[in-house]
T-cell receptor
Framework: DGGITQSPKYLFRKEGQNVTLSCEQNLNHDAMYWYRQDPGQGLRLIYYSQIVNDFQKGDIAEGYSVSREKKESFPLTVTSAQKNPTAFYLC??????????????FGPGTRLTVT | AQSVAQPEDQVNVAEGNPLTVKCTYSVSGNPYLFWYVQYPNRGLQFLLKYITGDNLVKGSYGFEAEFNKSQTSFHLKKPSALVSDSALYFCAVRDRRRQTGANNLFFGTGTRLTVIP
């Protein structure tokens, strides 16, 4: 988990509220990613960013939004439009490059519970 | 199209015995393959990767993986399992669906390894 921090570790919200999850990295990586993990489904990509001020939708972007104003930071907002927001959210970063063979480094995760 | 499959949800092995966690893949072009481990309520930790070269890749904590092109497999192995190896293991393949230069990964559903003392 070194080099990437996510806060808070546990987050509780009422249905209908937007919530923002923090992700910060000090690895000097250009690329950052957000995943959602649900039991038995592995990791699914929500959004990713290859460079500051640019980001792309992943496989399950609906109901989520991101920003990338700084290289170190890639916050994820879970909006009220997300139908099933309760999950474990993981942030990752990697070197960006044309090769596509750089591993990703993960933060410790945020467990979001919406009731 | 691409996919990665981990056919076993759960693997149990006795401490000291060799362990194998299976992964098969389907990709177009050369596969870039990765293994990660996740301990409870933690993020994923990188173990090893295969890009090119030797089919036997050595990684962290004594783990290794064997790339087999004819069987499209990339099984994770360790000669002697430790109780502390008990965790969730993910196989991943480079996701080629998106823009060139992206290091996106497509993950399998995970295999829970339990090492029995």
């Amino acid at each position: 988990d070194g080099g990437i921090t996510q806060s808070p570790k546990y987050l509780f919200r009422k249905e209908g509220q937007n919530v923002t999850l923090s992700c910060e990295q000090n690895l000097n990586h250009d690329a950052m990613y957000w995943y959602r993990q649900d039991p038995g489904q592995g990791l699914r990509l929500i959004y990713y960013s290859q460079i500051v001020n640019d980001f792309q939708k992943g496989d399950i972007a609906e109901g989520y939004s991101v920003s990338r104003e700084k290289k170190e930071s890639f916050p994820l907002t879970v909006t009220s439009a997300q139908k099933n927001p309760t999950a474990f959210y993981l942030c990752a970063s990697s070197i960006a490059g044309a090769g596509g063979f750089y591993e990703q480094y993960f933060g410790p995760g945020t467990r979001l519970t919406v009731t | 199209a691409q996919s990665v499959a981990q056919p076993e949800d759960q693997v149990n092995v006795a401490e000291g015995n060799p362990l194998t966690v299976k992964c098969t893949y389907s990709v177009s072009g050369n596969p870039y393959l990765f293994w990660y481990v996740q301990y409870p309520n933690r993020g994923l930790q990188f173990l090893l990767k295969y890009i090119t070269g030797d089919n036997l890749v050595k990684g962290s904590y004594g783990f290794e993986a064997e790339f087999n092109k004819s069987q499209t497999s990339f099984h994770l192995k360790k000669p002697s399992a430790l109780v502390s190896d008990s965790a969730l293991y993910f196989c991943a393949v480079r996701d080629r669906r998106r823009q060139t230069g992206a290091n996106n990964l497509f993950f399998g559903t995970g295999t829970r390894l339990t090492v029995i003392p």
